[in-house]
């Protein structure tokens, strides 16, 4: 079993910056895509960008240059929001995907999300 927590999430004004972790804990696991995920009440979640175990970047377009999602290593993964705007509210959520060791099975998990609210 993989557990997933975010953290960093908070209330901004319109043009601050906020970085977001996601932390991965467990043992004999290897993750090999990490993906963030904001859903706004009553709407479903709605993909933000990924990063691959090889570094790879994929970014939604309304994100694209205020956005960047880095790893610090095999268990951490940030999202470094800048330039902030209200339709960036929601909750962030963060998506793992790998493979098991033991089982070598494949995962997929969530973390419980971190609220971003952001002010005009």
């Known amino acids: 079993q993989v557990q997933v927590a975010e953290s960093g999430g908070g209330s901004v004004q319109f043009g601050d910056s906020l970085r977001l972790s996601c932390t991965a804990s467990?043992?004999?696991?290897?993750?090999?895509?990490w993906a963030w995920y904001c859903q706004t009440p009553g709407k479903q979640r709605a993909f933000v960008g990924k990063?691959?175990?090889?570094?790879?970047t994929t970014y939604e377009d309304s994100v694209k240059g205020r956005f960047t999602i880095s790893r610090e290593n095999a268990k951490t993964v940030y999202l470094e929001m800048k330039n902030l705007k209200s339709e960036d509210t929601g909750v962030y959520y963060c998506?793992?995907?790998?493979?098991?060791?033991?089982?070598?099975?494949?995962?997929?998990?969530w973390g419980q999300g971190t609220q971003v609210t952001v002010s005009s």
């Open positions: 990063i691959t175990s090889g570094g790879a």
């Open positions: 467990g043992s004999m696991f290897a993750i090999t895509t």
């Open positions: 998506n793992v995907e790998g493979v098991d060791h033991r089982s070598t099975r494949t995962f997929n998990f």
